[in-house]
């Protein structure tokens, strides 16, 4: 029903930057919320960045180890969220996979979709 396609990863060199997109589409009302989540090689996947849409407005929401680096922002014309990652250092090497919150109706229980995930390797 809904799809989702993340663009953006690659190798980059620490303290550069990357900007990762991650577009949806399909049957979708509303979104409640977007965001991205990261795994490393052996490790659980954690929380990196959420924007979550309320009537007075956006809020956003980072993990201690992004905060002041990373940026999450929406594109609501395109369903699209982007996390500009800055001064990105080797524990930010990961898989990203960006996430959708949405209903597809009015009332609807809202349903949670997974991009399929985009490498972030940050060299030394």
């Known amino acids: 029903q809904v799809q989702l396609v993340e663009s953006g990863g690659g190798l980059v060199q620490a303290g550069g930057s990357l900007r990762l997109s991650c577009a949806a589409s399909?049957?979708?009302?509303?979104?409640?919320?977007m965001g991205w989540y990261r795994q490393a090689p052996g490790k659980q996947r954690e929380l990196v960045a959420t924007?979550?849409?309320?009537?007075?407005?956006?809020?956003?929401n980072y993990a201690d180890s992004v905060k002041g680096r990373f940026t999450i922002s929406r594109d609501n014309a395109k369903n699209t969220v982007i996390l500009q990652m800055n001064s990105l250092n080797s524990e930010d090497t990961a898989v990203y996979y960006c996430?959708?919150?949405?209903?597809?109706?009015?009332?609807?229980?809202?349903?949670?979709?997974w991009g399929q995930g985009t490498q972030v390797t940050v060299s030394s």
């Open positions: 996430y959708l919150d949405c209903v597809h109706r009015p009332f609807g229980v809202p349903s949670r979709y």
């Open positions: 924007i979550t849409s309320f009537i007075s407005g956006d809020s956003t």
């Open positions: 399909g049957s979708i009302f509303k979104i409640n919320s």
